[in-house]
């Protein structure tokens, strides 16, 4: 009823009135946008068929173009991280899972979805990219697991708060022991899809801690999370988190009980 009212007042008063109900509408379509995107895990369904058509399509994709389209309808890079890829992964997932989707066209559709989280992840204004950084990080992708793009979500989820992050991706377990114990890193993340990957993990952790004395923050996350109940006592690791939010607070709380201050 109130945009009756609205539209009653543009018809009846003059050019004033009319840009006055019109700014008023614009005020509102903002403030509703935002609300939708403040609630944790909200989406607007018309942008994830987006998404989902763009990234599924037979024909060419730009991921430069399908980020400029988002933004234009006031979507925050933090939105599309955090919830628009996320939920067109789970559903082109589930297409395939249903035998709707060929699994040569789910992978087309998951490097794409990569392809455009890079381009968020990376495409930041100046003044973002010369924030002190937060943590120095390493997101592990265990070897033999194929679900890789939940980690680089959290890896560009780190990104965007200020941290340092590199990725190791399907790498031996020597190889990632080394590269742990000589980056000096403040926190180690696994993210992992599946419960045999625990094993591995588990593995890496136990090396390091036994060649270092320092060992830096291990936290695990990922969707094997909902098939293991007891992924932390076969990682070992400090913790266990479904968000890279938790993982830097447990990260700052460490650094401020060991020294005294925060990392960064």
Not at 64 to 69: D, F, H, K, R, V
Not at 80 to 90: F, G, L
Not at 186 to 209: I, T, Y
Request: with cysteine; charged share 25%; proline share 3%.
């Amino acid at each position: 009823m109130a945009h009756d009212d609205q539209r009653m007042t543009m018809r009846g008063g003059g050019g004033k009135s009319a840009a006055v109900g019109s700014f008023a509408l614009e005020v509102v379509s903002v403030l509703n946008d935002r609300q939708a995107e403040i609630q944790k895990g909200a989406v607007r369904a018309y942008l994830t068929d987006i998404v989902r058509d763009r990234v599924t399509c037979r024909g060419d994709f730009d991921s430069a173009a399908l980020l400029s389209e988002l933004r234009s309808f006031r979507l925050s890079d933090d939105a599309i991280i955090d919830n628009y890829i996320p939920v067109v992964a789970r559903e082109i997932g589930q297409l395939w899972v249903n035998n709707e989707m060929s699994f040569a066209d789910v992978t087309i559709a998951s490097v794409r979805l990569q392809s455009l989280l890079t381009e968020v992840a990376y495409c930041r204004p100046m003044n973002d990219m010369m924030m002190p950084t937060a943590i120095h990080a390493l997101m592990v992708i265990c070897e033999g697991d194929q679900h890789s793009l939940g980690g680089f979500v959290a890896a560009a989820q780190l990104r965007r708060r200020s941290a340092s992050v590199e990725v190791i991706c399907n790498a031996p377990e020597e190889d990632i022991v080394a590269q742990i114990c000589e980056g000096g890193f403040d926190a180690v993340m696994f993210s992992c899809s599946r419960p045999r990957s625990l094993e591995s993990a588990g593995r890496v952790v136990q090396e390091v801690k036994r060649n270092m004395t320092d060992a830096p923050v291990f936290a695990l996350g990922g969707i094997v999370l909902n098939e293991a109940a007891n992924a932390q006592q076969v990682t070992e690791v400090d913790i266990v988190a479904s968000d890279v939010g938790s993982v830097l607070g447990f990260c700052h709380d460490r650094a401020k009980r060991v020294s005294g201050k925060a990392p960064g």
